[in-house]
């Protein structure tokens, strides 16, 4: 299962997602615990103690890592607190375990609120350096990559030269930009004073929430809490469906703002809401109070809007484009099913080209291994799954005359176990998918339940870093089996195995009040004795690798379960395609030297690796401007590609793509920019040319000819 980062305030501060205006120096609210945690917290700590994959005692040393790992998710840039702060909640990091195993969550809370108080003192400083001038000649550059590595800083004259610096910083991408002085530094204000606006709609089920990941990451990277709130939208999400209008919400400029609406929901069948339009109010009922919902967090309004099945939902609305002070209108719209069916598999056909024959490769794109486990465990025979629906695609691809099919599994984070085998076994029938061994040491081989596969013709997996954990066990069940070709980048490098616990259900209570807890309870191993733990899938056709391995991925957690291995399953392979595997791979290397789009990524992706390892931006002016010009001209003739051709790319768009690809350099936050430029750029962005795809199906119709030439060859002898 993908790794769920629930730190609300982390994402605020590191992607600072609205900017809307607030008073200067808000008062920060005092955030209590609630009984509720005490009990979640001691029955947590119960059960990883004793049962996790990897337990350790809740003592000193696991106080010591769970106080470091806190405070890496409340400053993990290191830009609040400074070595004296340290050194001022250096008693805590001996007492969190008591703090736990007692109730007594007073260190967690006030080092909670230490930040809160660095964190207004910060952005109130920087506010003050807005109305000051900057000096673009002088050398000085600022250090963006500030991680594990970094010293906290060792002063208050320390920490404010850096956020001179950062600021200094954020100024020049904007002026860069072609913003003037008066733009730069109105959006620069409210995008600092947004922050301490979101820091007073803090929650004391958000310092809950932070502190007890903290403790449940300290095991090993894929154990999580998840408070209540977190537990419905995992089960939203494994289950592909809710209960609401249909529409899909965002925070800009304190308003809760229509970013989408879900086709055949209440909010598009009802013809009266629009993208753009902002959420005012919302009530319960024909007669339920209005309550008003401008400056909410986007999760609280939410709340309100879902519900159950067949009620009414009354929304007060301003129009887009209309001013605050506007008349508001109201929509009544009764609730109902909504599924999520971007998030389901599709498929598509691609025609690939061979000379003068044309190869239909068919392609199943899977987000995720989903399943409704709630509909199966009440009996319902229709429950939503991953690997009914890719059977049913299966079947449509036959009709659809399909030499050859390709599974995209790129950027699916896992999920379902269950329907990683099922889903395997549609390629592979019966047999072993994957194994397991718990605590124990003891091993059980998971078998398909699929006498006769689905599909039995030339297949393609596509995978790249993002692809993790159960799409892992799909993609090295094809590998052993021989069953198809792996393309892409190496995988995640996730082997372990989860079970949510709901803490509710051990108190035998109905109330949803005390969270879940996602658990690591084994390492699963392939058919060959092998592990995809930190090394993830090695792919048998490499395609450029785009993302940094040091940064994400299995081997980027400082306490990942090292890799090891055990007795292979008993399996057979199921055809020889090891045999193919030379003349996939020079047919490939060919293409990808022949590619002027290949050749400009591969240069894109040094240039990148350059900025990276290079871990600063410099805040000279002239300097800056020579390096944009200099990345423009390089990434003219890829973007004309990426247009695919329709019209050459513009300078504009050249060096905006310039800049962004300068790390740490961000450009206007998304609410700073229109909606509708945001859109539109996400459109494009999904109309443009999937290289990956395009090749991969070109893999695949190589294997298709070579697969054929084969059993000619074959005939022939006989």
């Given at each position: 299962m993908k790794k769920r980062l629930v730190s609300i305030l982390l994402a605020l501060v590191t992607a600072a997602t609205t900017a809307s205006a607030a008073p200067a120096t808000p008062s920060n609210p005092v955030l209590l615990p609630q009984p509720q945690q005490m009990q979640a917290a001691a029955l947590s700590a119960q059960i990883l103690s004793r049962y996790h994959y990897r337990a350790m005692p809740l003592d000193d040393a696991m106080s010591a890592k769970i106080f470091d790992r806190y405070l890496k998710s409340l400053d993990p840039e290191k830009l609040f607190f400074t070595q004296l702060d340290i050194d001022q909640m250096a008693p805590a990091r001996t007492q969190l375990d008591d703090s736990i195993k007692r109730g007594d969550f007073h260190h967690p809370y006030s080092i909670f609120g230490l930040y809160q108080q660095r964190l207004a003192e910060r952005i109130g400083y920087a506010r003050e350096l807005l109305n000051q001038k900057f000096d673009f000649t002088k050398n000085e550059s600022y250090s963006y990559r500030r991680d594990k590595d970094t010293p906290w800083a060792a002063s208050e004259d320390e920490i404010r030269d850096l956020w001179r610096k950062r600021i200094k910083g954020d100024w020049l991408r904007l002026k860069l930009a072609g913003k003037d002085d008066k733009f730069i530094r109105t959006t620069l204000d409210k995008r600092y004073a947004n922050l301490l606006s979101r820091m007073q709609l803090s929650k004391s089920e958000d310092v809950f929430q932070i502190f007890m990941d903290a403790y449940a990451t300290s095991f090993d990277p894929h154990t999580n809490y998840m408070g209540p709130r977190e537990t419905a939208d995992f089960d939203i999400a494994m289950r592909l469906s809710l209960v609401g209008i249909g529409a899909v919400l965002q925070e800009r400029e304190d308003y809760i703002t229509i970013r989408e609406l879900v086709p055949g929901g209440p909010a598009a069948l009802s013809g009266k809401l629009n993208v753009g339009d902002r959420i005012v109010g919302v009530a319960q009922g024909a007669t339920g109070d209005m309550k008003e919902v401008v400056g909410w967090r986007v999760d609280d309004a939410v709340k309100l809007i879902r519900g159950t099945k067949d009620t009414m939902v009354r929304l007060d609305l301003l129009p887009a484009g209309a001013g605050p002070e506007a008349k508001p209108r109201e929509v009544r719209l009764v609730r109902d099913n909504i599924k999520l069916e971007e998030r389901a598999a599709k498929k598509s056909?691609?025609?690939?080209?061979?000379?003068?024959?044309?190869?239909?490769?068919?392609?199943?794109?899977?987000?995720?291994?989903?399943?409704?486990?709630?509909?199966?465990?009440?009996?319902?025979?229709?429950?939503?799954?991953?690997?009914?629906?890719?059977?049913?695609?299966?079947?449509?691809?036959?009709?659809?005359?399909?030499?050859?099919?390709?599974?995209?599994?790129?950027?699916?984070?896992?999920?379902?176990?269950?329907?990683?085998?099922?889903?395997?076994?549609?390629?592979?029938?019966?047999?072993?998918?994957?194994?397991?061994?718990?605590?124990?040491?003891?091993?059980?081989?998971?078998?398909?339940?699929?006498?006769?596969?689905?599909?039995?013709?030339?297949?393609?997996?596509?995978?790249?870093?993002?692809?993790?954990?159960?799409?892992?066990?799909?993609?090295?069940?094809?590998?052993?089996?021989?069953?198809?070709?792996?393309?892409?980048?190496?995988?995640?490098?996730?082997?372990?195995?989860?079970?949510?616990?709901?803490?509710?259900?051990?108190?035998?209570?109905?109330?949803?009040?005390?969270?879940?807890?996602?658990?690591?309870?084994?390492?699963?191993?392939?058919?060959?004795?092998?592990?995809?733990?930190?090394?993830?899938?090695?792919?048998?056709?490499?395609?450029?690798?785009?993302?940094?391995?040091?940064?994400?991925?299995?081997?980027?957690?400082?306490?990942?379960?090292?890799?090891?291995?055990?007795?292979?399953?008993?399996?057979?392979?199921?055809?020889?395609?090891?045999?193919?595997?030379?003349?996939?791979?020079?047919?490939?290397?060919?293409?990808?030297?022949?590619?002027?789009?290949?050749?400009?990524?591969?240069?894109?992706?040094?240039?990148?690796?350059?900025?990276?390892?290079?871990?600063?931006?410099?805040?000279?002016?002239?300097?800056?401007?020579?390096?944009?010009?200099?990345?423009?001209?390089?990434?003219?003739?890829?973007?004309?590609?990426?247009?695919?051709?329709?019209?050459?790319?513009?300078?504009?768009?050249?060096?905006?793509?310039?800049?962004?690809?300068?790390?740490?350099?961000?450009?206007?936050?998304?609410?700073?920019?229109?909606?509708?430029?945001?859109?539109?750029?996400?459109?494009?962005?999904?109309?443009?040319?999937?290289?990956?795809?395009?090749?991969?199906?070109?893999?695949?119709?190589?294997?298709?000819?070579?697969?054929?030439?084969?059993?000619?060859?074959?005939?022939?002898?006989?």
């Open positions: 056909v691609i025609e690939s080209k061979d000379g003068a024959v044309t190869r239909r490769v068919g392609v199943i794109t899977l987000p995720m291994f989903y399943q409704d486990t709630e509909a199966r465990r009440r009996g319902d025979k229709n429950y939503r799954s991953a690997a009914r629906d890719v059977a049913r695609l299966l079947d449509e691809m036959k009709s659809d005359k399909v030499d050859a099919v390709v599974v995209d599994l790129r950027n699916n984070g896992g999920g379902s176990l269950d329907e990683a085998i099922g889903v395997t076994s549609l390629f592979t029938g019966a047999g072993p998918v994957v194994q397991q061994r718990n605590s124990k040491g003891e091993v059980a081989v998971n078998k398909g339940n699929d006498a006769k596969p689905a599909w039995d013709g030339p297949l393609g997996v596509l995978i790249n870093r993002g692809s993790a954990s159960a799409s892992e066990i799909f993609a090295a069940a094809i590998q052993d089996y021989g069953r198809g070709v792996i393309i892409g980048e190496p995988s995640f490098g996730k082997g372990t195995v989860q079970t949510v616990v709901n803490l509710d259900e051990m108190t035998h209570s109905d109330k949803h009040a005390l969270g879940e807890l996602k658990m690591t309870i084994a390492q699963f191993f392939r058919i060959n004795g092998g592990t995809t733990q930190l090394r993830g899938v090695t792919p048998d056709i490499a395609m450029p690798q785009l993302s940094d391995p040091n940064d994400f991925g299995e081997s980027s957690f400082d306490n990942a379960l090292p890799w090891s291995e055990i007795k292979p399953a008993d399996y057979a392979p199921i055809s020889d395609l090891a045999a193919l595997l030379p003349e996939l791979r020079t047919r490939h290397a060919a293409r990808l030297e022949a590619s002027a789009d290949f050749r400009y990524l591969d240069e894109e992706l040094a240039e990148l690796k350059a900025l990276r390892d290079k871990r600063q931006v410099s805040l000279n002016e002239a300097q800056r401007r020579a390096e944009e010009k200099a990345m423009t001209a390089k990434l003219a003739p890829l973007l004309a590609r990426a247009n695919k051709g329709d019209k050459p790319a513009t300078s504009k768009q050249a060096a905006d793509v310039a800049l962004a690809l300068v790390p740490g350099d961000a450009a206007l936050r998304a609410s700073e920019r229109k909606l509708t430029d945001e859109l539109a750029e996400e459109k494009a962005r999904k109309n443009a040319r999937d290289l990956w795809l395009e090749e991969a199906a070109r893999v695949v119709s190589d294997e298709s000819a070579l697969q054929q030439a084969t059993a000619r060859k074959s005939v022939a002898r006989n």
